[in-house]
């Protein structure tokens, strides 16, 4: 029997060390770029997030899912503080960008969203040409280097370089969608962020571009940090290493309800509410 | 038809009766098509009036010649020169004055009480009979400034005029910048005015010029505050200097139409072709900017 | 709750119930195999066997429509556990009916043979593993993580009682070497019957996996 003990041990050894928690990825173990802490933010008297408190890892993808009115894109805009743009707009609590506070006094929002790229739902190049997509965010922040070569590894990065290479002077609305997605992707990038914000950013896509937007955002991975807002479930379950889960209910709206690693979220989701939403029985 | 595989008693609840829904759409484009056939017919019929009348005495000596109280010799450079003059200065001082107000209110403004009575001021501006700028022309350039019923003291009135519908047609041209383009630009660390110089201007561009141009031929056609300010109705000479007098097409018209002698009313009917094709002009001036800068890209 | 996904929810409900059909096709197959062994009867024996087609096919029909579900609904948390326990389940239970086939088997080749002794630990073997496998598909359906482990716990007793009925067995060789036949295919039986309990505490593993989404071996068995 010594050989079946042992053999039990060590396939009970096996199996401890095949734990499933053992394959995921620590998220305390990252270097968090950005922290949002306690943070709440109403439009005039209508409250759009309730005490957020989320730590998002360096050269990680996080979705940000949730249904309609969850306070997601408006989590994301505040992190580059477009929301200001709103009239009306007031905050409480503090995001963190490695460790500064961009919302405390003398911040000025203009330096805030060059190190926080953002791309829009809805595909919006410039009606410019291809080069000058890229180059308006470089020049107005006064970039000294090469222009060409920016143009160049800017295009190569999101993965658009071989598709419009020989004409660069072509305008940027003359490309297809997907290739214009990837053209906002190329010029948010030129300005060197930290991080990239995308809000939807394959709604308006077709499958195939959709993927490819997917396909360059597990690559520019390595060298940024992504947030991404997504209504696609199975687009948060294919990029993303986290998953933060917002709703809003009756009594609290803007509220986050569950964050951690993708595969835990959608396989065995800690919270009632978002099994129900991730399996589709809502409401 | 698929009718035959509705359910008979759901089908029953339908009163399709497609002729009928469709003769009523065939009435209604008849209807527009009578309305637009009217309105060509009366323009139509002005436009042959005035050319039949006006042609025989369209020739090089009319547009070359100053005004004559013989008909056969009148001629109509004074009040043509008049025009392009004191144009020339009203868009000089309507232009920037306007696109910047314009730029102001739609961008800077935001939605202060102050904004908001400006924007009334404005409307209300835009529909103030343009008689009453003329009586502030005469008090304030005429008389206060003493410019006399120059050139100068015509365009600075004129440029009240049309002032306001240039800062309406601008920010109508402004707000027609898609609010992406903005975010774009936002996102990439550019400032405000940065956005708006390189990519609301630029986008607006065509916008804006159509409004000016439209609103410059509006003032073409003015002549109700030059008559208040006192311009000239007989100038047998070109102005040379801002401060000179001077008199303009419409009043020119005018005031051979006033004459006695039949053989004047043609002579006006001369000078309105001449007049329509300056505005032809301008028109198409402003069609050609649009598309210019349309398909730029 | 107000679910939006009634069609889908049907076809899982579908799924689980032709589980339970399958599970108990698998039961009466185990039933009548060691029924037929202990009986001798050969040709009851010879059903099991061909019955056990109809088993396979059931398995086959089952886990197609569970890859269709996946294919065409995209299952997420408890739903995606849900149809990945059953892939399993339905997979130890065609596991188990092999097993039936294989006591089946045995009866066959014991054929007129005597037995060297009246059957009685193989019987409760085949109960108590009957009443696991039972009770394990009822937890399943009442998604009930502590009864799986309850259930699971009592493959101790089907490991005691094949200790005996192996311990039984080779006393009887030793006193009587012309039985060693026999009682080696009888060994088999036992044998057969042990997996099949060690089979079900698969399945009550599966169970608590589709209820806590935590994945633990929750009885090795000794054997």
């Excluded at chain 3, 799924?15 to 698998?26: E, H, I, Y």
């Excluded at chain 3, 065409?72 to 130890?92: C, V």
């Excluded at chain 3, 009442?142 to 080779?170: P, S």
Aim: with cysteine; proline share 4%; glycine share 6%.
């Amino acid at each position: 029997m010594t050989v079946q003990d042992s053999t039990a041990t060590l396939l009970k050894s096996t199996s401890a060390h095949h734990s499933p928690s053992t394959y995921y990825h620590s998220m305390a173990e990252a270097d968090t770029v950005i922290s949002v802490r306690n943070f709440s933010l109403w439009y005039s008297k209508k409250r759009a997030l309730t005490n957020v408190t989320i730590d998002f890892p360096r050269n990680q993808i996080t979705a940000l899912i949730g249904p309609s009115g969850c306070g997601k894109s408006t989590l994301l805009r505040a992190i580059n503080r477009m929301n200001d743009l709103i009239k009306g707009v007031r905050t409480e609590g503090n995001i963190l960008i490695d460790g500064n506070d961009i919302y405390a006094k003398g911040v000025d929002p203009v330096e805030v969203r060059r190190r926080i790229g953002m791309v829009f739902q809805k595909p919006n190049p410039f009606p410019r040409s291809i080069r000058e997509n890229i180059l308006f965010g470089a020049k107005i922040n006064g970039y000294k280097g090469d222009y060409d070569q920016l143009v160049e590894e800017c295009l190569r990065r999101a993965a658009l370089w071989d598709e419009v290479k020989d004409d660069l002077n072509k305008s940027g609305l003359a490309l297809s969608g997907g290739q214009q997605q990837r053209l906002c992707i190329a010029r948010a990038i030129a300005v060197a962020p930290e991080v990239i914000l995308m809000d939807e950013p394959c709604s308006a896509l077709d499958p195939i571009s959709t993927l490819r937007i997917e396909e360059l955002m597990r690559d520019l991975a390595k060298q940024y940090t992504i947030l991404v807002v997504t209504h696609n479930m199975q687009q948060a379950s294919r990029v993303a290493d986290n998953v933060a889960f917002m709703l809003s209910d009756d009594v609290t709206t803007g509220m986050l309800v569950e964050y951690g690693p993708t595969s835990e979220v959608f396989t065995n989701p800690k919270s009632k509410r978002t099994e129900d939403y991730i399996t589709g029985r809502f409401g | 038809m698929v009718v035959g595989q509705i359910p008979a008693q759901q089908a029953a609840e339908f009163s399709v009766d497609l002729p009928r829904r469709k003769a009523v759409g065939w009435v209604f484009i008849a209807l527009g098509l009578l309305s637009i056939l009217f309105a060509l017919f009366i323009l139509l019929l002005l436009l042959y009036d005035v050319v039949h009348r006006g042609l025989p005495y369209l020739t090089w000596e009319f547009l070359t010649g100053f005004d004559s109280r013989f008909p056969s010799r009148a001629g109509v450079l004074a009040a043509l020169a008049g025009t392009v003059y004191m144009m020339g200065f009203t868009i000089l001082f309507a232009l920037p004055l306007g696109i910047m107000a314009a730029i102001y209110l739609e961008e800077y403004a935001g939605d202060s009480w102050f904004a908001n009575a400006v924007q009334i001021n404005i409307s209300n501006l835009a529909s103030v009979p343009s008689i009453i700028y003329g009586l502030l022309g005469l008090q304030v350039f005429v008389r206060v400034m003493g410019l006399n019923r120059s050139v100068l003291a015509g365009a600075l009135t004129m440029a009240l005029v049309i002032l306001p519908i240039i800062i309406v047609a601008s920010r109508e041209a402004l707000r027609s910048v898609p609010p992406s383009i903005r975010d774009a630009s936002l996102a990439l660390g550019a400032t405000k005015w940065q956005t708006i110089r390189h990519h609301v201007l630029p986008y607006a561009v065509s916008g804006i010029m159509t409004g000016n141009i439209l609103a410059a031929a509006r003032a073409i056609g003015e002549s109700a505050p030059l008559i208040a300010i006192g311009a000239l109705t007989f100038v047998p000479f070109t102005p040379n200097s801002p401060l000179d007098l001077f008199t303009v097409l419409p009043i020119q018209i005018f005031n051979w139409t006033s004459r006695p002698q039949e053989a004047f009313h043609d002579v006006a009917a001369a000078g309105i072709i001449v007049l329509l094709v300056v505005l032809l002009i301008l028109n198409s001036l402003a069609i050609f900017l649009r598309w210019r800068f349309r398909t730029q890209f | 709750m107000a679910s939006i996904r009634t069609h889908f929810e049907q076809q899982l409900r579908e799924l689980q119930d032709d589980t339970l059909v399958l599970g108990s096709m698998v039961d009466s197959a185990i039933a009548s195999a060691v029924d037929a062994l202990k009986r001798r009867d050969l040709e009851a024996s010879n059903r099991v066997i061909d019955e056990d087609n109809l088993i396979d096919r059931k398995r086959w029909e089952i886990e197609q429509r569970s890859i269709m579900i996946i294919a065409t609904q995209q299952p997420t948390a408890s739903d995606l556990r849900f149809l990945y326990a059953i892939a399993s389940i339905i997979t130890d239970l065609e596991r188990m009916a092999d097993h039936a086939e294989g006591i089946a088997k045995i009866s066959l080749m014991i054929g007129d043979n005597p037995l060297p002794k009246p059957l009685i630990d193989i019987p409760r073997m085949c109960d108590v593993s009957r009443s696991m496998l039972r009770r394990s598909l009822d937890a399943f359906v009442n998604r009930d993580a502590e009864g799986a482990k309850a259930v699971a716990q009592e493959d101790d007793l089907v490991d005691a009682l094949y200790d005996q009925v192996y311990r039984e067995l080779l006393t009887i060789m030793i006193e009587n070497p012309r039985t060693i036949t026999i009682a080696t295919y009888l060994l088999w039986a036992a044998h057969n019957l042990e997996r099949i309990a060690d089979r079900v505490t698969n399945i009550c593993e599966r169970v608590v996996y589709t209820v806590t989404g935590r994945m633990e071996e929750i009885n090795v068995s000794k054997y």
